[in-house]
């Protein structure tokens, strides 16, 4: 049986592997697999390719279809992929359905795998699959029951996370855990054929690297940053396009069941895509106390939608920030000028938003992938060694100030917030239009010591300084001759020249 990842799946080779060592294993007795993530993240497009090479049963549910439609037409799926005539079988719950599914895999040329996609609608009408499975689950241990793999697959985080948790019946019987993230920005630079950098930083700034927009985007990329608004506006502010993002944001909202009072979550999401970044700052917002908001943002992170991120060097509340570039762009752009935008101007929208845009969405997008950078690639294309990576921040009781330290990696195995905890690297990103000069390195020079009194061990830490609109030629003759320097652009950051 040939299980290599085929050519159409781009990326994806541990997400493969993984699947592939489920599916292979040798035990006779049912295994189970769990694939969660985000919608326009790819499940069900890998999942289908790993269906088609290995020969499975693929079946998948269908929001707001009935109980008894979607009985019937599983069950002439599993009769189409037995060879049987259609009303062949007659299977009338859901026992039946898969365990009939499970035996049909298992005796068909292919391996015995049967995927379930999009489990959360048929537990809308059906919330007693769980208990079934994990019936058919302990009999196949057992020896009483099918053997052969499952996989079950869903967008709706809160309903796939909680599958295995607690007293649920599924708890401790699933092998594998899968949540399908995006693509990485190098990734999916390639998805979408750019070959400008500046490009394809905006491009990701505004849809990220959910593979599922790439299909539904009109025509080719933006081949250079001067053909971006156009294509900003007949891509995503076209409310005829599918791509439109008031409309993809409502759809991507109404996946979690948890979510029915949309304008609060609205709210919350545009109080933090304009900067507030905690309970208290975001509640001042909304005129609302901080008590009656901290359930719904612990919603919004764990739908994938917001980011917690701690602070490396101090215990103090977490900063949090929206993960997905499309839902920032509509609460920033989108939803503030939808009436001009739905009457034929988003041209006009988009060049009267370019502060917004420039400040609340470029900027902090390129903080952003300077840090993953610094976590995923930095590391093996400089030949540094670098631990945990995130952001801080330092105070200054001298200048009686805070220093805002946009990427910052610990030594490895230090602990987070350890009081003296071991200082790998200090970068400042920056998404300004002037070039990194001598006094930004000034500056990194300065937070170093500041650490260094703080009792840090920071004396040998990288002094890395990321910009969007590149380095003064001072400054590049200055990282040419020390070794603690170390100078990023953005054709360092997509990996097409060697950092300076």
Known sequence: ???????????????????????????????????????????????????????????????????????????????????????ALQLTDWREVLTTALEVAGRTGGAPLVVVDELPYLMQHSPEVPGFLQLIYDQSQAGQGPGGRMILCGSAMSVMSDLLTGTKPLRGRAVVDLRLGAFDFRTARRQWEIEDPATAFRVDAVVGGAPGYRPLAPGPAPAGVAEFGDWVCRTLLDPGRALYTRVEAEFLLREDPRITHRTL??????????????????????????????????????????????????????????????????????????????????????????????????????????????????????????????????????????????????????????????????????????????????????????LAEQGHDSGQATLALFSLHGFHPDLQRTAAGRRDVLLVGLNTLYGDAPAG
């Open 265 to 450: 979550y609205y709210d919350l999401l545009t109080a933090v895509s304009e900067g507030a970044s905690t309970p208290s700052k975001i509640g001042a917002v909304l005129e609302r106390p901080r008590a009656s908001v901290v359930a719904p943002l612990e919603v919004l992170e764990s739908t994938g939608y917001l980011r917690k991120s701690q602070d490396l060097l101090k215990a103090r509340n977490p900063v949090i920030t929206v993960i997905d570039p499309i839902i920032r762009l509509n609460q920033l752009v989108t939803l503030p000028f939808a009436d001009e935008i739905e009457r034929g101007r988003a041209g006009r929208v988009w060049a009267a938003s370019q502060p917004t845009v420039n400040s609340k969405i470029l900027g902090p997008h390129f903080e952003e992938l300077a840090r993953e950078w610094t976590r995923s690639f930095g590391q093996d294309e400089t030949g540094s060694r670098w631990g945990l990576t995130g952001a801080a921040e330092v105070a200054d009781p001298r200048a009686r100030t805070r220093h805002e330290v946009d990427v910052l990696a610990l030594t490895p195995g230090q602990r987070p917030q350890a009081p003296r905890a071991g200082i790998a690297l200090i970068g400042e990103a920056k998404a300004t239009v002037r070039p990194r000069g001598a006094a930004d390195l000034e500056r990194l020079e300065h937070i170093r010591g500041l």
């Open 1 to 87: 049986m040939d299980l290599a990842k085929p050519g159409t799946v781009l990326d994806r080779v541990h997400e493969w592997e993984l699947l592939r060592g489920f599916l292979i294993d040798p035990a006779p007795q049912l295994r189970l697999a769990i694939v969660s993530g985000r919608r326009r993240h790819g499940k069900s497009f890998l999942l289908q390719a790993l269906t088609r090479a290995c020969g499975g049963l693929y079946l998948t549910a269908v929001q707001e279809e009935g109980r008894i439609p979607a009985l019937r037409r599983f069950t002439e799926a599993i009769a189409a992929h037995a060879g049987l005539p259609a009303g």
